[in-house]
């Protein structure tokens, strides 16, 4: 008896706790992370919105961008089409995400409870906690490895650092180390809201895009201009299977599927805008064109090292050590070089926290709403570096990280299905109080679970699935066509998805998708909001004697088009 006493009793000081005047219930399926956010805590502008994209683009992968696709033998002007182009698609198919936080205020996590199922929710959710956690360890790794030059910069003498790690351990000891300190000093940052990242978003933009700047005008003024790599022309091989317009096809899905996850959490940080204009404003000018500048930059770096060292070094670290001549350089090489690196490493800290950490914790959220919020689950997420191990990852299963690569062949039907459910069969309309409960609710379908959901997804990854194994087993002939599928991988999924999502729903019609509550039972709308979106706001809903509480008003409810 005393023993189940202090369980109940560790079970309620674990349990979360919401102010339940501000309708932050805690219960199986929310938390005040997951309820719809009301105005008071909608802080982010378009500077935020700005720095949000800007951490996805000043990064070691959007730099190293260019060499992908002139390694597949296209020429600098069609990589720099690629890019364009990719980043466009991008900024479209985030803002259709999106759109739903900007509305209704509610996450990813929340989202497909309508689309799903209440429990069929589940499906998606599990496949962005795996990613979550695996990219997490790998940026952590890859971050590691900037915070290493950082310390060589420091202490000349770490880059030769004995390796006391024997054959069996697939990494140094100064890699391990970077990788150790790079955890650590990320840790702190967890205990941040996201409604407080403002900061950090401007720290991120000035000093990391200052630094590549400096670091491309120091370049060219060394080089006296650009090596042959900026004048590279099309060397697609003779013997390729597959025409240039493929390549090009093939790389604008590798550069839309690179961002899928996310393309997907727009919702999670959408619901934080002040406005809409905020959202458009920020994604716009940061998704697309400074993650074109960035590309670009560094192109013409890369272009300008390739002068000065007679090779070409597309990964930063990699050139930042042979600036500093592993540690023997100048002094002034080595402040130089600190600068770049922390600057490139403090954006991938932010990156991970922001794309991984933080989309993990909401995630997790979802899952066991009455003891995991998003610091909680963040932590969770930040921990598990450590079991997934990322140096056996990063340096042996190269296999398996282009699986992870991948991922968004399964990635996009989720994103087709959200998209066709909200925009054509439920018009915008959302009951939220229908949201946060399986009793009575419009969103439990069959036990829990849309099947037509789950029919759709399996639909748009079926005929890309083979060309991914083909690919990335690297097969020598492949079938033509399985490949061909893949590299439109990401439209196709999409586009199945939504059209068999579509025709089930239409076969097997749901009755009343297009209602919602009467009143604004969370008070997450402004007056101006609530009108248009078609509920009448809370105070209102009092004045006419309808319930505001949770519990009784989510059976209220009225046809929006009758609805003034």
Sequence with gaps: MALRHRLAALDHRIQLKGDDTKHEQTDAWSNRDLIPLPPSRRTWDWVNYYGFWAIASLNLANWQTPSTYLTMGLSVPQAMLIIVISRILIALFSTLVAWIGLTWHIGYTVQNRYSWGMRGSYIPLLQRILLNFIWNAVQCWNGGRLVAVCLTAIFPSYARMKNTFGPSM???????????????????????????????????????????????????????????????????????????????????????????????????????????????????????????????????????????????????????????????????????????????????????????????????????????????????????????????????????????????????????????????????????????????????????????AVVAWLCGWAPTIGGLIVTVRGDLNPPKALVQLYYMAFLIGFFISAGVFYLLNLISPVGDMDQVDAVDVYGTFTEAEARRVGVAPLEEGSIYGLSTTRQSDSDVFVDAEKRV
């Design 170 to 452: 697939p990494a140094t000891t100064d890699q391990f180390v970077g990788f150790v300190v790079f955890w650590f000093l990320s840790t702190p940052f967890l205990w941040l809201r996201p409604e407080n990242f403002k900061i950090p978003f401007i720290v991120v933009c000035v000093w990391c895009g200052t630094g590549m700047m400096c670091w491309m005008i120091w370049g060219l003024s060394v080089a006296g201009g650009v090596g042959p790599l900026w004048s590279s022309g099309q060397q697609v091989p003779a013997t390729s299977l597959f025409s240039t317009s493929w390549l090009i096809m093939a790389g604008i899905n590798q550069g839309i599927g690179g961002l899928a996850a996310g393309i997907t959490n727009g919702s999670d940080f959408s619901r934080y805008a002040k406005g809409r204009r905020h959202y458009v404003i920020g994604t716009i000018s940061s998704c697309v064109v400074t993650g074109v500048l960035v590309s670009l930059i560094g192109l013409v770096t890369a272009a300008a090292g390739q002068k000065i060292y007679g090779e070409v070094y597309w990964n930063p670290p990699d050139l930042l050590m042979r600036m500093m001549e592993n540690g023997n350089g100048s002094s002034k090489a080595r402040a130089g070089v600190f600068f770049l690196a922390a600057g490139f490493a403090f954006t991938a800290m932010f990156e991970n926290i922001c794309g991984n950490a933080i989309a993990g914790g909401i995630d997790l959220a979802g899952l066991f709403p009455r003891y995991i919020n998003i610091r909680r689950g963040a932590i969770i997420t930040f921990i598990a570096a450590w079991i997934v191990q990322p140096w056996q990852l990063i340096n042996r299963a190269t296999t398996f990280i282009a699986v992870l690569s991948s991922f968004s062949v399964f990635l996009a039907p989720i994103i087709g299905i959200m998209t066709c459910d909200y925009y054509i069969l439920r018009k915008r309309k959302v009951r939220l109080s229908h949201l946060y409960r399986t009793q009575d609710s419009s969103y439990n379908f069959w036990k829990g679970v849309n099947w037509r």
